[in-house]
């Protein structure tokens, strides 16, 4: 096993040529289960930047007592957790 890459200049580095054509369809569908008419983010790129966004937040105002905020994180929520 002798490494074939050794450092980054090593690497080869892909163009817009390399990739295959990407067809993209953006299918809306309102659902009659909730008010807004909007369904959940039950993909999996979006599990984790909720919460992520929520601890950052939370993070941020520690130094002003704040230790936890209910989600959804709303305006009002913040404003009441900072009150508090």
């Known amino acids: 096993g002798t490494p074939r890459t050794v450092t980054f200049a090593d690497y080869l580095i892909p163009a817009a040529s ?3 054509f990407i067809d993209t369809v953006r299918i809306g569908l309102p659902t ?3 008010a807004l008419g909007v369904r959940g983010i039950g993909e999996n ?3 984790g ?4 966004v929520q601890n950052a937040v939370v993070d941020a ?8 905020i209910d989600f959804p994180l709303t305006p009002q929520r913040v404003w009441e957790a900072l009150r508090a």
């Open 61 to 68: 105002l520690r130094h002003l007592g704040v230790h936890h």
């Open 18 to 20: 390399d990739l295959p």
């Open 49 to 52: 930047s909720p919460p992520a």
């Open 45 to 47: 790129g979006a599990i």
């Open 32 to 34: 009659d289960r909730n």
